[in-house]
């Protein structure tokens, strides 16, 4: 069983910054793909982004490509969404993900691409 633990959110104003943090357990950490999603308040959670095992591959919402910047440090079992520009519509519960699975492809895109879910930490973006 791989725990899934997320920090990091919290109020911001628009514009402004904030890094998410989430941990990962489980020794083969190096191995997993992981993922961030979003679920705002009345809507259908939603992909944000996603990172290959390796760190070389990535993928990116249309909504947050060229603000959001997913990254992992595999020797802390750590995974980084850091937001810029943020917008009032970012505001959602963020949710990461991680699969134990090397592949890469569009699943990763999807909430079945991932096997484990953390439970959530608050953004909220006033304006």
């Known amino acids: 069983q791989v725990q899934v633990v997320e920090s990091g959110g919290g109020l911001v104003q628009a514009g402004g910054s904030l890094r998410l943090s989430c941990a990962a357990s489980?020794?083969?950490?190096?191995?997993?793909?992981m993922g961030w999603f979003r679920q705002a308040p009345g809507k259908e959670r939603e992909f944000v982004a996603a990172?290959?095992?390796?760190?070389?591959?990535?993928y990116y919402a249309d909504s947050v490509k060229g603000r959001f910047t997913i990254s992992r440090d595999n020797a802390k079992n750590t995974v980084y969404l850091e937001m810029n520009s943020l917008k009032p519509e970012d505001t959602a519960v963020y949710y990461c993900?991680?699969?134990?699975?090397?592949?890469?492809?569009?699943?990763?895109?999807?909430?079945?691409?991932?096997?484990?879910w953390g439970q959530g930490t608050q953004v909220t973006v006033s304006s």
């Open positions: 993900a991680a699969d134990p699975t090397r592949g890469w492809g569009p699943t990763r895109r999807t909430e079945r691409g991932y096997a484990y």
């Open positions: 489980g020794r083969t950490f190096s191995s997993y793909v």
């Open positions: 990172i290959s095992w390796s760190g070389g591959s990535t």
